[in-house]
């Protein structure tokens, strides 16, 4: 695989400095962090939700995960719930499911930012694909995009992460049952490593 060709059109067409990154097939934002040796504050990845059938793209740092009452009320919606697997393929078909880069190019879609992600210097993403990923200034990046910029992530659970670090990276020469898991994890993430286990999918506004 390489990065998907319209996402470097677009970075050299707007004169954006950056760099490309190949890495082992990563399902999880926090397993490109892992690969690509970056914190998990300066990965950014994507959440896909629905707010009244709308869709919106939620852009975070991969070590923190989507409060999704926050975002419904910031969206002003009745009901905001994680898009699946289907709805993003249809919605984002020029990219893998579960790679889609933060960037604006998909008409009516809306895009947040969580504010927390502002103290990354360089930010890093997954290029469309499961084993590509850009590495450019954060600045450079907040310009292309213009996000609209709020609170709506919290810290990972302390638990969460340690269960993620002590489990064996496999990779590639992993099991296929791993593997299919991990993209399933990927395809469904909700802000949490891995997905995340009982997991709030949908919220309503009160």
């Given at each position: 695989m390489?990065t998907?060709?319209?996402?470097?059109?677009?970075?050299e067409?707007r004169g954006?400095?950056?760099?490309?990154?190949?890495?082992?097939v990563?399902?999880t934002?926090?397993e490109v962090?892992?690969s690509?040796?970056v914190?998990?504050?300066c990965?950014a990845?994507v959440?896909?939700?629905?707010?009244?059938g709308?869709?919106?793209?939620?852009?975070?740092?991969?070590?923190r995960r989507?409060v999704l009452?926050r975002?419904?009320?910031?969206l002003?919606?009745n009901?905001?719930?994680?898009?699946?697997?289907?709805?993003m393929?249809?919605?984002?078909s020029?990219?893998?499911?579960?790679?889609?880069?933060p960037?604006?190019?998909?008409?009516?879609v809306?895009?947040?930012m969580?504010?927390?992600l502002?103290?990354?210097g360089?930010?890093?993403?997954?290029a469309?694909?499961?084993e590509?990923?850009?590495?450019?200034k954060?600045?450079?990046?907040?310009?292309?995009v213009?996000?609209?910029?709020?609170?709506f992530?919290?810290?990972?659970?302390?638990?969460?992460?340690?269960?993620f670090?002590?489990?064996?990276?496999t990779g590639?020469?992993?099991?296929k049952?791993?593997?299919?898991?991990?993209?399933?994890?990927?395809?469904?993430?909700?802000?949490?490593?891995?997905?995340g286990q009982?997991?709030?999918e949908?919220?309503?506004r009160?």
């Open positions: 390489a998907t060709a319209w996402i470097k059109s677009m970075l067409r954006v400095a950056y760099e490309e990154l190949r890495h082992r990563a399902f934002a926090q962090a892992q690509e040796h914190s998990g504050h990965l990845k959440v896909i939700v629905l707010a009244d709308r869709p919106a793209e939620l852009i975070l740092p991969a070590s989507v009452e975002v419904c009320k910031l002003g919606a009901e905001v719930r994680l898009a699946s697997e289907a709805e393929d249809r919605i984002f020029d990219c893998e499911t579960g790679a889609i880069p960037l604006r190019r998909w008409r009516e809306e895009v947040l969580d504010a927390s502002s103290n990354a360089e930010l890093v993403f997954q469309g694909t499961h590509d990923a850009i590495r450019l954060f600045q450079d990046w907040l310009s292309l213009s996000p609209r910029v709020e609170f992530t919290e810290p990972e659970h302390p638990t969460a992460v340690s269960a670090a002590g489990r064996e990276d590639t020469e992993g099991s049952r791993t593997a299919r898991t991990r993209a399933e994890k990927s395809k469904r993430e909700s802000g949490e490593p891995g997905g009982g997991r709030i949908a919220a309503t009160e």
